[in-house]
């Protein structure tokens, strides 16, 4: 029996040891970072665009979004809350040139995290070029350390990315792209 609380609370120390570790490490990391993905698609830029703008249908084709429920504008500006599994997110759209530059931004500031996404459908030879930039800040330490050691600032754009992709019958693999402003 001794030997099993020894083993248990040894086990114990370690998770907190590691928990505290992270901390510390996030904390003396820069909150603001600067991701940049891109994809290409035999797709229109306005076809593109249209399925990126269509905020309330994305739970259609976005494995990470349950529902979109649109709000009243705020400061002339289009409103929209996201449930999925980042939790539940209200964005607002800060830009918008239809089928070449759209700026969404979220609102909240007590998540964790915040910033915006940039996207930027350029048109090529074949269809249409996305860009998407993340200009995020990650206020918690925790999340900071996991999010750049961990999860990879990357990941939630490559998952909408190969979603779209998917979204229009294709298969595509997110590469870097040089940043959106």
Excluded: C
Excluded at 87 to 107: A, H, K
């Amino acid at each position: 029996m001794r030997m099993l609380l020894f083993i248990v609370g040894g086990i114990v120390a370690v998770i907190i040891l590691l928990v505290v570790v992270m901390v510390v490490i996030g904390s003396r990391m820069e909150p603001n970072h600067v991701a940049s993905r891109a994809i290409s698609l035999r797709r229109t830029p306005a076809d593109v665009y249209a399925a990126i703008h269509g905020f309330e249908a994305s739970p259609a084709w976005r494995s990470d979004v349950k529902k979109v429920e649109m709000l009243s504008p705020a400061e002339g500006r289009v409103r929209f809350r996201e449930e999925g599994s980042n939790g539940t997110v209200t964005y607002e759209v800060v830009e918008d040139v239809p089928s070449q530059r759209l700026v969404t931004r979220i609102v909240e500031v007590d998540l964790g995290y915040s910033g915006s996404w940039v996207y930027v459908l350029t048109p090529t030879s074949n269809g249409a070029r996305l860009s998407i930039t993340e200009h995020g800040v990650v206020s918690n330490p925790m999340f900071r350390f996991m999010s750049k050691h961990i999860f990879g600032h990357t990941t939630t754009i490559d998952t909408y990315l190969k979603s779209l992709a998917k979204h229009f019958g294709e298969s595509a693999v997110p590469e870097d792209s040089p940043p959106n402003n």
